[in-house]
């Protein structure tokens, strides 16, 4: 794969995985980047630019800083099944290999009877688990922040605008922890009475109280708690964010231990461990969170003093705005509930703030009802931000803002307005297009859309575009939409190109055509250029969403293999061979094939 600042976030992140395995968390300032935004559109700082390919040997911690040094950009690279951050020393070749064994593991333990909680021996499958030396801890989570699509409630049907629905579109996933085995876990209260639905959107946070039976450690129960702490309540609503599910999670360490052995626990249970965690706080972080430790012990006092030392180091208006949101919140859970203070931090933020990102956070926090709720200062500040906005991508971002925190939707179609005739590439013009689509100006939504195809640069641009434009959610014209396919496989330059468009070509979401996909998928085969090219064909071509044509794919698979050129290689399609072949087969082509 070649990373420049033309391509999508979207299409990054997508042949990041096909490539490597793994997921990839792609950020603009402290949130995440759009999907439908280009590299280039959310640079920041005098970042050169330019071309690059990572190889599975570059370590993760260097790739990221590549990435920061080239396009100004923060990513980090998680497990395939986004739920851990990989090792910055390890390379991605061996970040791939963990994350299969962490995978396998996790997989294991979901066959383990929930209910087994106190028993010596537990059979699974053939195996027979002998516990040592097991130790029972509850957990009570606070999963406040959130990562990935948060999805618009208002946009489902009705009938399934309920508390109910949501949550059976949620499921808690527990991370695994490196220095100790998770023998059972019991969910003992799901924690979602919070989680509810008004006025069309989602409102709450998850806090499930879990007890896990662990082997590990007796003596250190707050080393299991902070290796499983990023723990996280997945929302995937079909209609809505499938191919991008929300987490809820703990950003700032919030969860806490209730009891070890059914006998209440405080951190100042382990005294050695506490210490340790004194010497360790040096950054406003590190502060931050240790008050909020100390905030779900009930000892206030503590936490103010930590607030302070937070304050006395800090360094950016990131740190101050945490600070802030941890004096005034409201819920005591959460905050010490000093408005008055919270007010000041937010101010000594706002004095910090430096540019377009750190005021949007500011504008955003201030009017969250559980913090100042102070709407009129806000809106001051996301106008500040619409009159220094850019280009269209940062006007869309304070439209963002303004319908999801001030409900204004006059005001919203004015910079949905301006966005249209300010500075926009395709992709802004798609963003702007789909959210226009969304609230039923369908003509308006068309315009926007022929903008965008007239900006289109490439086939990926033309794809994207084609996707929105046969979306139901969206403009849902499937004719149209077919001929911006038909444009695109006329620009497409590679087999990646074509394999991404005859995903969606095949995709009931949007044309359904299999017959076409599979001509296009013949294409793709057409321009491969090596087994990797190959293995990523077969596994579309075998996806349900997709062709769903497994014999095909068992074919380009032993095509792939046969023009493998080494044991990386080998191994990439041994990977994607084992939803097609059984183990026999598998062990008997691999043998031949270096036989």
């Not at 330019?50 to 396009?71: C, H, I």
């Not at 740190?319 to 008055?340: M, P, Y």
């Not at 809106?379 to 619409?386: D, G, I, P, R």
């Not at 075998?542 to 290689?569: F, G, M, P, Y």
Request: aromatic content about 8%; proline content about 2%; glycine content about 4%.
């Amino acid at each position: 794969m070649k990373i420049n600042g033309r391509i999508k976030v979207k299409t990054l992140k997508k042949q990041f995985t096909e490539e490597f395995g793994l997921s990839l968390r792609v950020y603009d300032g402290r949130s995440f980047a759009d999907d439908e935004s280009t590299l280039a559109s959310i640079r920041k700082g005098d970042s050169k630019g330019g071309e690059f390919s990572p190889r599975k040997n570059a370590k993760v911690g260097n790739f990221e800083d590549k990435t920061q040094e080239m396009f100004g950009i923060k990513i980090q690279i998680a497990g395939s099944d986004d739920s851990y951050l990989c090792d910055d020393d390890l390379t991605l070749k061996g970040a791939f290999e963990k994350d299969i064994k962490i995978i396998e593991r996790k997989i294991k333990k979901q066959t383990i009877s929930m209910k087994k909680s106190h028993a010596n021996v537990d059979e699974v499958s053939d195996q027979t688990i002998v516990k040592t030396d097991t130790t029972s801890i509850v957990v009570r989570f606070a999963l406040t922040k959130g990562e990935g699509s948060f999805p618009t409630i208002s946009q489902l049907p009705e009938d399934k605008q309920t508390k109910k629905y949501i949550h059976s579109c949620m499921e808690f996933m527990c991370d695994e922890p490196d220095s100790f085995e998770i023998e059972n876990m019991e969910i003992l209260d799901n924690g979602l009475d919070g989680v509810t639905v008004q006025n069309g959107e989602l409102t709450g946070h998850p806090k499930p109280i879990v007890r896990f039976e662990v082997i590990g450690d007796r003596n250190k129960p707050k080393d299991f708690l902070r290796e499983i702490w990023t723990s996280s309540y997945k929302v995937e609503i079909p209609e809505l964010n499938k191919d991008d599910p929300f987490f809820f999670e703990d950003h700032n360490g919030y969860s806490s231990i209730l009891t070890v052995n059914n006998e209440e626990w405080s951190s100042d249970s382990d005294d050695e461990d506490n210490l340790d965690d004194e010497d360790n706080l040096e950054s406003a972080w590190d502060f931050s969170n240790k008050a909020q430790e100390l905030i779900l012990e009930g000892n206030a006092d503590a936490a103010r003093e930590h607030i302070k030392k937070g304050i006395a180091v800090s360094e950016n208006t990131s740190d101050l705005v945490q600070l802030a949101i941890i004096a005034c919140h409201s819920d005591a859970e959460e905050g010490l509930g000093d408005k008055d203070w919270g007010r000041r931090l937010f101010e000594q933020a706002f004095d910090k703030a430096d540019g377009f990102v750190d005021i949007k956070d500011i504008a955003v926090e201030i009017c969250n009802d559980e913090l100042l709720g102070d709407k009129t200062w806000a809106t001051s500040l996301f106008k500040q931000l619409e009159a220094d906005a850019e280009n269209a991508a940062q006007l869309l971002e304070v439209a963002s803002s303004v319908k999801n925190n001030l409900e204004d939707n006059d005001w919203v179609v004015n910079l949905y307005k301006k966005a249209e005739i300010s500075e926009a590439d395709s992709s802004d013009f798609k963003r702007l297009a789909n959210n226009i689509a969304r609230m039923n100006d369908k003509d308006w939504a068309r315009e926007i859309f022929e903008k965008a195809v007239e900006k289109a640069e490439d086939s990926n641009d033309l794809n994207n575009i084609a996707e929105s434009v046969a979306d139901e959610n969206s403009l849902g014209d499937k004719d149209w939409a077919r001929e911006i396919f038909e444009k695109a496989v006329e620009k497409a330059e590679d087999s990646s190109d074509l394999k991404n468009i005859a995903e969606y070509v095949a995709d009931e979401n949007y044309l359904n055509d299999k017959d076409w996909a599979r001509e296009i998928f013949e294409k793709a085969l057409e321009k491969a250029e090596d087994s990797s090219d190959l293995k990523n064909i077969a596994e579309s071509v075998a996806d349900e969403d997709s062709l769903n044509d497994k014999v095909w794919a068992r074919e380009i698979c032993l095509k792939s293999i046969e023009i493998a050129e080494d044991e990386d290689e080998l191994e990439e399609v041994k990977y994607a061979m084992e939803d097609l072949f059984s183990e026999d087969e598998i062990e008997e082509i691999l043998n031949k094939k270096n036989s």
